[in-house]
C-alpha cells in the first residue's frame, strides 16, 4: 500500500518535477547536442543532493554543459580552474586583516572564496595537488567551510561538478579516495555520433546564441529535493541495493569468486545510500512516487564505477569496473513484487 508520508502535496510535486523537468532538457537541447544520458545523470544527482564527477576527453562540452544548467536552474554558479600552484584559500576564501578609518581598530574579516555559489564547476580537479583538492571535502559533505577555526555556511542548494581528462597523466594528481567517494555519480561523456557532431558544428557555428530561460528557483530546488527523501522504498528494493554494493567487497562472505579475483577495495556505505537515493530521484522524475528495481539498476554504474579499485589481475586482463557492476547486476537476483501497489497511483505512472 501507498506510504502514508507520501500525501496529495508529494503526488503533485512529483508531477510538477516531471513537468519541469522535460522543460528543462528543452532548454538544455538550445545550446547541447547528444548529451541526453549525462543530462539524466546529472540532474538525478541535483536531486538527489549529490555531486557529479564528468570524465571525457577535451572538447566535448562538459563546461558549457554546467554554464547551461546553471542558467536554466536560474542559480549562482563559479568556475574554479584547478592548476598545480592553486591553494585551499583560492578556493574556500580568506582572513584579511582590515582597519576601521573611524576608529582605527583593526580587525579579521573573512573573504568569501568562489566556492561560496550554487554550481561549482570544478575544472580538471585533477590538475591540483590533494592538499588543495582536499579544500572541497567539507564543503561537498557539510555545506560549509572552515576558516580561521570559523565555520562558514554555503548557501543551499549546492552542486559540485568537476571534470576530468581521462588520457592526460602529466602534471595531473589522482584524486584521493575519500575525495572520490564524495561524488555521489560518476559520469562518463562519450565522442558524439556522426549525426550528433553535425548538428553541434551547425549549431555553434552560426551567429545567433541562443537564449536559456529560467525553469526553477534555488527555493524550488530545495523543495524538490526533499520531497525526493520521503519517496517510499520497499524492502526488496532496498534488499537490493544493499546486495549490489555489498558484493563489491572481497571481504565479504557472499562476494562473488570474480570480485575476489579483481577487486582490491569495494564500495562503502555511501555507494548503498546513493543507490537508494538515486532510485528515488529516478522514480520521480519518471513520474513515479515509488521506487522500483531497474530504478537502482539505472543508476548502479555510475554510483560505483568510481567506487570499486581494481586490482593488477583486473588491469592486466582489461576489466573494468563497469564490466564488474554488470556481472553483478546479471548475477543478482531480482524477485519481488512492487513496493507499491499501482491501482491507486496509477494517474500519476509514466512509463
Request: net charge neutral; glycine share 6%.
Amino acid at each position: 500500500m501507498p506510504d502514508p508520508t507520501t500525501g496529495p502535496e508529494d503526488l503533485a510535486a512529483v508531477e510538477k518535477l516531471r513537468s519541469a523537468y522535460a522543460t528543462m532538457k528543452q532548454e538544455l537541447r538550445k545550446t547541447l547536442v547528444g548529451l541526453d544520458a549525462v543530462i539524466d545523470e546529472l540532474f538525478l544527482a541535483l536531486f538527489s543532493r549529490g555531486h557529479c564527477l564528468l570524465v571525457g576527453v577535451p572538447g566535448l562540452a562538459k563546461t558549457l554543459l554546467v554554464s547551461s544548467v546553471a542558467r536554466i536552474l536560474d542559480l549562482s554558479f563559479k568556475r574554479i580552474q584547478f592548476t598545480p600552484d592553486l591553494m585551499p584559500s583560492d578556493i574556500t576564501g580568506t582572513e584579511v586583516l582590515q582597519e576601521d578609518r573611524t576608529t582605527g581598530t583593526r580587525a579579521f574579516r573573512f573573504l568569501p572564496g568562489p566556492i561560496f555559489a550554487n554550481v561549482i564547476l570544478a575544472d580538471e580537479i585533477n590538475r591540483t595537488p590533494p592538499k588543495t583538492q582536499a579544500a572541497l571535502l567539507e564543503a561537498m559533505q557539510e555545506t560549509q567551510v572552515t576558516a580561521a577555526g570559523k565555520k562558514h555556511a554555503l548557501e543551499k542548494p549546492f552542486f559540485v561538478l568537476a571534470t576530468q581528462n581521462p588520457i592526460e597523466q602529466e602534471g595531473t594528481y589522482p584524486l584521493p579516495e575519500a575525495q572520490l567517494d564524495r561524488f555521489m555519480f560518476m559520469v562518463r561523456v562519450e565522442y558524439p555520433s556522426l549525426e550528433e557532431e553535425r548538428e553541434i558544428v551547425r549549431l555553434t557555428t552560426q551567429a545567433a546564441i541562443p537564449e536559456l530561460k529560467p525553469v526553477l528557483t534555488g527555493p524550488e530546488i530545495l523543495t524538490l529535493q526533499e520531497m525526493v527523501r520521503r519517496v517510499p522504498i520497499a524492502d526488496h528494493v532496498l534488499d537490493f541495493a544493499l546486495k549490489l554494493a555489498r558484493r563489491t567487497r572481497p571481504v565479504e562472505a557472499d562476494a562473488p569468486a570474480y570480485v575476489r579475483d579483481w577487486v582490491t577495495w569495494g564500495a562503502g556505505p555511501r555507494a548503498s545510500q546513493h543507490l537508494v537515493v538515486g532510485g528515488k530521484a529516478r522514480a520521480v522524475l519518471s513520474g513515479r512516487p515509488y521506487v522500483a528495481i531497474e530504478d537502482i539498476v539505472s543508476v548502479a554504474k555510475p554510483v560505483l564505477r568510481h567506487r570499486i579499485i581494481p586490482n593488477y589481475s583486473a588491469q592486466a586482463e582489461g576489466i573494468s569496473t563497469d564490466q564488474v557492476v554488470d556481472r553483478l547486476l546479471q548475477d543478482l537476483p531480482r524477485h519481488g513484487s512492487e513496493g507499491l501497489e499501482r491501482s491507486s497511483l496509477g494517474s500519476l505512472v509514466r512509463n
